[in-house]
């Protein structure tokens, strides 16, 4: 099984705006790249202190730009 098809599913529901979907399963990703996408969810969701704070775990630079982290976590995971 790929180690990043609970993430991949999770970006399925970001393409379609559906946060809370993705939340439920990134919540439980405790990865670096699980954490990236956990933060980009609470960027969605415009809770920015909560989104740095798994930017941090992710040991990525904070980003508000949703679209192209997005874009970017996908080169990754896909």
Do not use: T
């Not at 393409?15 to 954490?35: F, L, N, R, T």
């Not at 809770?47 to 997005?70: H, K, M, P, T």
């Amino acid at each position: 099984m790929n180690k990043h098809n609970g993430l991949q599913a999770a970006l399925g529901h970001l393409d379609k705006g559906d946060w809370d979907a993705a939340h439920k399963i990134v919540q439980s990703d405790e990865s670096p790249d699980g954490c990236w996408v956990h933060g980009i969810v609470h960027v969605m969701e415009g809770d920015l202190g909560n989104a740095r704070y798994w930017y941090g775990r992710a040991g990525r630079a904070f980003s508000a730009d949703q679209v192209a982290e997005i874009a970017a976590v996908k080169k990754v995971v896909m």
